[in-house]
């Protein structure tokens, strides 16, 4: 087992060219733009093309995360791929795909994080990709406003600074509520037939509301513990990444913790609810923006479908 400090080498993200507003929305859906921006903070999502699937969406954002690196696709020995949206059922979109939902991310980063302190890789892609609008119903105005595509991905290696990198992760789930959110159809519970896909049960189904609270509270307490894991207090957090679900969500979180709004990265007003690709794709505009510096210390929290949930700590 190396001692070796895990670390982000590079990001990248890719959002799909087509922009759906609330206001097309609106032509699709009895809805409009005042009711989802007040309930949701969101004005607009990507919508990939039908040519473009999961894994397109993932190889345009794992390009700029290499890029940024300046690591060669050929010294890479490990890709993981978070998704709910594979290409196929069978095979998966990378060789290692993990299936967490909206935490998927976090559940992925600590996957691959562990493989590479266990001394058998060395350089690892993990990708967070998502083509939502493929599994949303889009006759469910509760829903279908909060779904978007889009991928981010990061180059992870080995150092041998010490207290820089990922210096924890934490990763929980709610076994017991899995149907506040899921897809009934299409797995072996219940295959698909003529029947499930004329009722719909291939598309995601969610109750907003209960969801909405378990994801306050959850988070929350998902960043707490982490916090006190390492003997932190949330006002040295400088930047919070929070899953970008719903900014009541975030703005209830920030008040819960006691922390100022602008100490968290928000941009689901532009990408709706992006899955397993919203942190990473946050993470990279974050970088970008200048809103992380070296020594910066960033908090990830993702809640999801499953119940799972997870949080991370990151040392610049
Ligand atoms: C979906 C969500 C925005 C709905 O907001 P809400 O305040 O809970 O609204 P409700 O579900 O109580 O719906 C209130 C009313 O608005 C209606 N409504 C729902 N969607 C609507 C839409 N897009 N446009 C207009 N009206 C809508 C409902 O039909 C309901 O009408 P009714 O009272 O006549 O039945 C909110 O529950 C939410 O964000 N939940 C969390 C979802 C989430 O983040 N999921 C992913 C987690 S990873």
């Known amino acids: 087992m190396s001692t070796r400090s895990t670390v982000i080498l590079g990001t990248g993200s890719y959002a799909p060219d087509r922009i759906l507003t609330n206001e097309d929305l609106s032509k699709i859906v009895d809805t409009s733009d005042e009711w989802i921006r007040a309930r949701s903070g969101i004005r607009e999502r990507r919508i990939a093309a039908p040519d473009e699937a999961t894994s397109d969406l993932a190889i345009r954002a794992a390009q700029r995360a290499l890029e940024d690196s300046g ?15 594979p290409d196929y059922p069978m095979p998966s979109t990378a060789c290692f795909d993990v299936n967490a939902a909206c935490s998927g991310f976090i559940y ?54 010490p207290g820089i990198g990922m210096i924890g992760t934490k ?28 009722r719909g049960d291939q598309f995601i189904k969610m109750k907003g509301k209960e969801v909405f609270k378990l ?28 899953h970008q679900a719903n900014l009541r969500i975030i703005d209830a979180i920030a008040q819960y913790l006691e922390l100022p709004v602008e100490r968290f990265f928000v941009n689901v007003d532009r990408y709706g609810n992006t899955s397993a690709a919203s942190i990473p794709i946050a993470l990279d505009e974050a970088r970008r ?20 949930y997870g949080s991370a700590l990151i040392r610049w």
């Open 108 to 161: 992925a980063m600590d996957t691959a994080c562990a493989m590479l302190s266990s001394g058998r890789y060395t350089k690892a892609l993990v990708i967070g990709a998502e083509k939502l609008s493929s599994i949303v119903d889009w006759q469910d105005r509760g829903t279908c406003m909060l779904f978007g595509d889009g991928a981010g991905a990061v180059v992870v290696g080995l150092s041998d600074t």
């Open 71 to 85: 690591i060669a696709a050929s010294e890479i020995d490990l890709v993981v791929v978070a998704t709910v949206t």
């Open 215 to 242: 994801a306050v509270r959850i988070m929350e307490e998902a960043a707490r513990d982490i916090l006190e894991q390492h003997g932190l207090s949330a006002h040295q957090i400088d930047l919070v990444i929070p």
């Open 171 to 198: 990763l929980g789930a709610l076994g017991e509520d899995t149907d506040l959110l899921y897809i009934p159809g299409g797995g072996s519970r219940l295959p698909s037939s003529a029947e499930s896909i004329a």
């Open 289 to 308: 923006s200048a809103r992380i510096k070296q020594g910066d210390l960033t908090l990830l929290v993702a809640f999801g479908a499953g119940l799972t």
